[in-house]
């Protein structure tokens, strides 16, 4: 069974960090962009970053530019997003997410497998 577990969701003061961690299982990732999403109440779920399995690749929501990183592990078989000053606008449901194919995508129907979600709340 193909599973993305997330973690390291959580409260968090505004200015604040966390780091997140999805861990894949169940197949082999090679060849997938590994990306995050977010859904806050009422929301539909956004594109936050992405990032190629061979590490290359990066790209950001311009809303999290410079404040967030996202990076992978290979000896982990992990993929991480280190957040940083957040705001309360970043409360959301975090989601990982995985495609085939190294090309950049936004939406999410492109993407083939997703997480449970961990929720991340940012107080003012």
């Known amino acids: 069974q193909v599973q993305l577990v997330e973690s390291g969701g959580g409260l968090v003061q505004a200015g604040g960090s966390l780091r997140l961690s999805c861990v894949p299982s169940g197949r082999t990732f090679s060849g997938y962009r590994m990306s995050w999403f977010r859904q806050a109440p009422g929301k539909e779920r956004a594109f936050v970053a992405s990032?190629?399995?061979?590490?290359?690749?990066?790209n950001y929501a311009d809303s999290v530019k410079g404040r967030f990183t996202i990076s992978r592990d290979n000896a982990k078989n992990s993929v991480f997003l280190q957040m940083n000053s957040l705001k309360p606008e970043d409360t959301a449901v975090y989601f990982c997410?995985?495609?085939?194919?190294?090309?950049?995508?936004?939406?999410?129907?492109?993407?083939?497998?997703w997480g449970q979600g961990t929720q991340v709340t940012v107080s003012s």
């Open positions: 997410a995985a495609a085939l194919g190294i090309g950049v995508k936004y939406r999410d129907y492109e993407y083939d497998y």
């Open positions: 990032i190629f399995w061979n590490g290359g690749s990066i």
